[in-house]
């Protein structure tokens, strides 16, 4: 076999990125990948259409030891460089809320781009590839697989991260680096559902399959949108952003009507219907399944009163309920159903403009093996591209 100049482990998004980007410098590439086929989590991403940027990308998007790492490849190749990039495709997309762009039809549009980009400069993809050992000397490394050796002065490592196991995500790329004694962070699983424990559990599994607007917080971190209640415990894409700033132990806080002045409308609800009853009110507010719960949870004696006889104590406590829901999840979801990893090779290791390891010549990190993790919403895509970019480019 012919030894090509740049050996790339992991045909996912920024491994195929890192593959076009050199390739169309005249390189010869070569991807290796354990899976029977490629870009598995792009074409599973977004329901099916590929959440694949958003229109607002900053730094601030990102979480990593380092914060500054990312701003050298977000700006060397931006959101606006890959959607030209969808246009000259004639891929059709559209923007749903928070700057999110999807394809119209399908996933597979951005993978076929990729595959298309990657035939046209000859990369070499090998499936099946089931690694076995990485050595390095004499400025080459060499690596062995069930499907033979492969030589090259530069391998690039873009194997993921540890979410979603069924879609092939292992620790590898992790093993590689601690290979070259490099330090790797603690990772968790990331953009994730909450799990909850009775007597909590109950009250969800109750309301599984409701959705409302509502405020969550944690570590000094707020996100709005919408949350949903799930048979385990809380989703939604907010409980999702919160997840990556959660840890074991803490407890997160939630608003339930977070447009609402909840105290002033109990007040003027005393005032001009006193004959009514709270849960009554309240469900014009709330599902009346959710107020249910709440009532049964924080006001069960107050349950049969009309608010005209509740005191202004009564009622403050009731608003305080309801704009301060205090829960302590169990933990997560885990990997399972975690979209990304937290943590990952230490940054410090690596050049910010390069990816290659500074200690190891030729050896570079990519994507989510690294611990770089945007938010919910297309961030990890353009984390992807943009590291992909800038790797490709280097080696």
Request: glycine residues 8%; proline residues 4%.
């Amino acid at each position: 076999m012919n030894k090509p100049d740049v050996i790339i482990i992991g045909a996912g998004a920024s491994g195929l990125m890192c593959a076009i980007t050199a390739g169309k410098k005249g390189l010869s590439v070569v991807v290796l990948d354990s899976s029977n086929k490629v870009g598995k989590k792009i074409l599973m991403s977004g329901g099916g259409r590929c959440n694949f940027t958003n229109m607002d990308v900053t730094p601030d998007n990102y979480l990593s030891n380092n914060p500054h790492f990312c701003k050298s490849a977000l700006n060397s190749y931006t959101q606006w460089d890959f959607i030209a990039w969808v246009c000259e495709h004639n891929i059709e997309y559209h923007e749903r809320e928070n700057g999110e762009l999807f394809c119209d039809h399908s996933a597979k549009d951005i993978l076929n781009m990729l595959l298309t980009e990657c035939d046209a400069v000859n990369v070499k993809i090998h499936t099946h590839c089931d690694i076995k050992h990485i050595s390095h000397s004499d400025s080459e490394y060499l690596i062995t697989s069930n499907l033979g050796e492969f030589r090259a002065n530069a391998v690039v490592v873009a194997t993921g991260g540890l979410s979603i196991p069924k879609m092939g995500a292992t620790g590898f790329g992790h093993q590689i680096a601690k290979q070259f004694n490099l330090d790797v962070l603690p990772t968790s699983a990331g953009l994730v559902p909450f799990t909850l424990t009775d007597p909590l559990k109950s009250v969800v599994e109750t309301l599984s399959g409701i959705a409302i607007p509502a405020t969550v917080s944690c570590n000094n971190t707020s996100f709005t949108g919408s949350l949903l209640f799930t048979h385990r415990g809380l989703s939604g894409p907010i409980i999702l952003q919160l997840s990556n700033y959660w840890h074991l132990g803490d407890p997160i806080e939630i608003d339930l009507l977070p447009s609402a002045d909840i105290e002033t409308f109990l007040h003027q609800c005393k005032a001009q219907q006193p004959k009514k009853r709270l849960r009554t009110l309240l469900s014009s507010q709330l599902p009346k399944s959710l107020v249910h719960e709440l009532e049964a949870l924080f006001w069960p004696s107050l349950a049969e009163k009309p608010i005209g006889e509740l005191s202004k104590k009564a009622l403050s406590d009731i608003a305080h309920h309801l704009s301060h829901w205090k829960i302590k999840p169990s933990g997560t979801e885990g990997y399972r159903t975690a979209e990304v990893t937290l943590g990952g090779v230490n940054t410090d290791a690596l050049s910010s403009k390069t990816f290659e390891v500074k200690s190891q010549p030729g050896l570079y990190f990519i994507g989510e093996v690294i611990d770089v993790t945007g938010h919910l919403g297309g961030y990890n895509f353009q984390w992807a591209w943009a590291s992909g970019y800038a790797c490709g480019q280097a080696v």
